[in-house]
């Protein structure tokens, strides 16, 4: 069973700072199966980052995704107020399909 | 452009079975994509459920598996979660989502329902 852990719990940044969120795999996998997703308050989970680095449609360049093995990174460069939210990696399995996401971290105003 | 829907009890007496349906308009199930539900306890993170697609194929969480049926009916666009024997644990944020054709990821997702379990 795959596990993935989201570091920190809670990340609190002021506007115009870079944030850095990790998502740690517990065996190594293959980039392609890795994503990210962006949670704001009272909604539903939006697609940010698919294949560890590629950026979804209409997502603005300052997100960026990194890594490979079992340690990934989303890194914020410059932080916009509507940025401050809860992130999600997700992790897919195949053989049969299996989803497993991370627990989130919260971004929040400094 | 393609929106989702859940609706459905809002609370649900311990073994219980919950049942949910989601709406999709703006895009026909018929055309393909699976189909998903992923819910989300209060405070915790998201967890996957299951899916199917337009013929009725379903793949679910081991985890839920005995407990879950998924059905989809292409006439009406919409389809559904039936999860048996609820307890407290079931309470959560259930969301409904289209899987992206081609990629292991979920693209579209409804504003999700709360369910509660409790007598």
């Known amino acids: 069973e795959i596990v993935l852990t989201q570091s920190p719990g809670t990340l609190s940044l002021s506007p115009g700072e870079r944030a850095t969120l990790s998502c740690r795999v517990s065996?190594?996998?293959?980039?392609?199966?890795l994503a990210w997703y962006q949670q704001s308050p009272g909604q539903a989970p939006r697609l940010l980052i698919y294949g560890a680095s590629s950026r979804a449609t209409g997502i603005p360049d300052r997100f960026s995704g990194s890594g490979s093995g079992t340690d990934f990174t989303l890194t914020i460069s410059r932080l916009e107020p509507e940025d401050f939210a809860v992130y999600h990696c997700q992790h897919y399995g195949s053989s049969p399909p299996m989803y497993t996401f991370g627990q989130g971290t919260k971004l929040e105003i400094k | 452009q393609v929106q989702l829907q859940e609706s459905g009890p809002g609370l649900v007496k311990p073994s219980d079975t919950l049942s949910l349906t989601c709406a999709v308009s703006g895009y026909s199930i018929s055309s393909g994509n699976w189909w998903g539900w992923i819910r989300q306890p209060p405070g915790e993170g998201l967890e996957w459920i299951g899916y199917?697609?337009?013929?009725?194929?379903?793949y679910y969480n081991p985890s839920l598996k005995s407990r879950v049926t998924m059905s989809i009916d292409t006439t009406k666009n919409q389809f559904s979660l039936k999860l048996n024997s609820v307890t407290a644990v079931d309470t959560a944020v259930y969301y409904c989502a289209r899987k992206e054709s081609g990629r292991n990821l979920f693209d579209y997702w409804g504003l999700g329902t709360l369910v509660t379990v409790s007598s």
């Open positions: 199917i697609y337009n013929s009725g194929s379903t």
């Open positions: 065996q190594s996998v293959g980039s392609s199966s």
